[in-house]
């Protein structure tokens, strides 16, 4: 079976200057849990909701937030972002995204 047959075609992509808050209104508001970082029509990253919520600060909407918890929202997507892409064509068979993951 191909990759075409399962794969989404609902891209939602952000630049590696987007803040951390604008990625979270997007997982907040859609049911993605990966984002695409792309910069001058190119594919440069990937951050996952994982990689947010690593980065932001556990105290973040508790009795405890202080400025500098308010500050993580601030930092910028290519901070956290990942870079080293893994990349399959629709074409390629669903067996090829299962081995290539396990490399």
């Known amino acids: 079976m191909s990759l075409e047959k399962v794969m989404t075609r ?43 919520f690593k980065a932001l600060s556990p105290n973040l909407g508790t009795a405890a937030e202080t400025r500098r918890d308010t500050a993580t929202l601030n930092k910028k ?13 629709p ?3 669903i067996y090829d995204a299962i081995n290539f993951r396990a490399c």
């Open 10 to 52: 609902r891209l939602v992509t952000v630049e590696p200057d987007a803040s951390l808050a604008e990625v979270q209104r997007i997982f907040d508001a859609k049911l993605f849990h990966h984002l695409l970082v792309v910069e001058n029509h190119q594919l440069v990253g990937i951050v996952s909701d994982r990689d947010l």
């Open 77 to 89: 997507v290519y901070q956290i972002m990942a870079r080293h892409l893994w990349v399959l064509t």
């Open 91 to 93: 074409d390629n068979d």
